[in-house]
């Protein structure tokens, strides 16, 4: 029973020079309205006073969010430190 089936190997060649392609596209110096995506010169944020504003009104409210996120962890931390130190 000494009959050993040996798998063929299939002839799969893998090409691992290949890396991740590199998008070197170049672009002009620009950055993007933060509010609506629109391209606008790199030294300004927002291509108009409305998306300024509207970015504005977005940025306190996540900031508020994030503070809603930090007061409820310290909630947590608070209910679970009082959990284990009133044994
Ligand atoms: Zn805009």
Not at 5 to 28: C, F, W
Not at 37 to 46: F, I, M, N, S, Y
Not at 52 to 75: F, P, Q
């Amino acid at each position: 029973m000494g009959l050993k089936r040996k798998k063929k190997k299939s002839y799969l060649v893998v090409v691992d020079d290949l890396g991740p392609t590199e998008k070197a596209v170049k672009i002009p110096q620009h950055k993007h309205c933060t509010s609506c995506g629109k391209a606008v010169p790199p030294d300004t944020k927002h291509c108009s006073d409305a998306c300024k504003a509207e970015y504005e009104s977005a940025i306190k409210s996540r900031k508020m969010l994030v503070y809603v996120i930090y007061a409820m962890v310290a909630i947590m931390m608070v209910a679970l430190v009082l959990q284990y130190a009133n044994f």
